[in-house]
């Protein structure tokens, strides 16, 4: 099982490779910015599809024989003090301009929050 982004080709296509090498049931969670229904221009979609990963919202990782770990696109932000805040990402898109500024901290809050989880496990 693993996730990834479109915005991250190479991620993408080396998940796809070790993929097609394991027999049996495979599950692969492909972030891909939608610029229609997400109300964005064309033009904005790898920048939205690096923020859902550089905030912390969309987490790149593969899990193998049980055990989880992040690829390195999400890996790197473990080192990181301060990553872009999710309002960055929502921000451009059409359809979160009704989301309100709790909902958006809350979301902050609950991403922090995973990252100090994911901080304390894997370092």
């Not at 990834?4 to 998940?15: E, G, I, L, N, R």
């Not at 989301?99 to 894997?122: F, G, I």
Request: net charge positive; proline share 7%.
């Amino acid at each position: 099982m693993a996730s990834c982004s479109a915005a991250v080709p190479t991620d993408f296509h080396d998940k796809i490779r070790k993929a097609l090498g394991f027999k049996g049931l495979k599950y692969i969670h492909i972030h891909t910015p939608c610029p229609t229904g997400w109300g964005t221009e064309e033009r904005l979609s790898v920048k939205l599809g690096k923020l859902a990963v550089e905030t912390g919202l969309y987490v790149l990782f593969e899990i193998e024989d049980g055990e989880m770990k992040l690829s390195p696109p999400s890996a790197r932000l473990l080192t990181k003090k301060k990553m872009p805040p999710v309002s960055d990402y929502l921000g451009p898109q059409s359809r979160f301009k009704t989301l309100p500024e709790a909902a958006v901290e809350n979301l902050q809050q609950e991403v922090d929050a995973k990252w100090e989880t994911y901080r304390s496990q894997m370092t």
